[in-house]
C-alpha cells in the first residue's frame, strides 16, 4: 500500500501543479489514467493545494522579478524545469512517505475489507 499511496500522492501533486502553473489552461484532470479507488486523505489533498499554490506564487513572483532583466519572453524560471528539481530532488518522494505514516491508509484499508 505503501507503494500505491506514495506514486497517488506525486501524481495529484503533480497534476496540481502543472494546472496551476499554466492557469489551467490544461485540463490534466480529463487524464483518468492511473486512478483507482480512492487513497489520500481529505488533508493530503490540502496539503497539496496548498503547496502547489506557494510554488505557483513564486514562479510567479520570478517571472515578474526578471522583468528587464532578461530578453523578451525570457522572463522566469521554466515551469517544468521547476517540477523536474522537484521530482530529482526526492523532496516530494520524502514528503509522501511522511504522509503515508500520518494517514494510516494500511489500518484504513484493513477496516474496509473487514
Not at 528587464?68 to 509522501?96: F, M, N, Q
Amino acid at each position: 500500500m505503501k507503494g500505491i499511496y506514495v506514486e497517488k500522492f506525486k501524481l495529484i501533486y503533480i497534476r496540481e501543479f502543472l494546472t496551476k502553473n499554466y492557469n489551467n489552461s490544461i485540463d490534466i484532470k480529463l487524464d483518468c489514467s492511473g486512478f483507482s479507488e480512492p487513497i489520500l486523505t481529505m488533508e493530503d489533498y490540502k496539503i497539496i493545494d496548498s503547496l502547489t499554490t506557494v510554488d505557483s506564487i513564486k514562479l510567479s513572483a520570478d517571472a515578474i522579478n526578471s522583468i528587464g532583466r532578461v530578453a523578451e519572453g525570457g522572463g522566469g524560471k521554466d515551469i517544468s524545469i521547476c517540477l523536474l528539481e522537484k521530482i530529482e530532488s526526492k523532496w516530494l518522494d520524502s514528503l509522501a512517505r511522511k504522509r503515508y505514516k500520518y494517514a494510516k491508509v494500511d489500518k484504513w484499508t484493513k477496516d474496509m475489507l473487514n
